[in-house]
């Protein structure tokens, strides 16, 4: 089983800046990728950024050239640098990590951290 702590979130103002963090601990062997998913209220969860084993990374639209996901493989903690925020970047952040129990990766499992609110307001 592994476990996801994040960090980070809060109250910023818009233009302001966030750097949430998250760990891993846990029964992990491989891991294939870590990322973020935000949630609005009323909205669908999506994808905010990824970030694979060999350190591809994947933004959404919406944030692409204001974020920068980035990660710590001794530490196993994936880190979503965010800046110039906007009240749309108002959301639940996710963490998420994807595991294998294989050294050729598959059969991933995934799990997901608690949330940490992340609200942009003057």
């Known amino acids: 089983q592994v476990q996801l702590v994040e960090s980070g979130g809060g109250l910023v103002q818009p233009g302001g800046s966030l750097r949430l963090s998250c760990a891993a601990s846990g029964n992990i062997f491989r891991i294939n990728a870590m990322g973020w998913f935000r949630q609005a209220p009323g909205k669908q969860r999506e994808l905010v950024a990824s970030?694979?084993?060999?350190?591809?990374?994947n933004y959404a639209d919406s944030v692409k050239g204001r974020s920068a996901i980035s990660r710590d493989n001794a530490k196993n903690t994936v880190y979503l640098q965010m800046n110039s925020l906007k009240p749309e970047d108002t959301a639940v952040y996710y963490c998420?990590?994807?595991?294998?129990?294989?050294?050729?990766?598959?059969?991933?499992?995934?799990?997901w951290g608690q949330g940490t609110q992340v609200t942009v307001s003057s």
């Open positions: 998420y990590i994807d595991t294998s129990r294989y050294y050729s990766g598959i059969n991933p499992i995934r799990s």
């Open positions: 970030i694979t084993r060999d350190d591809s990374t």
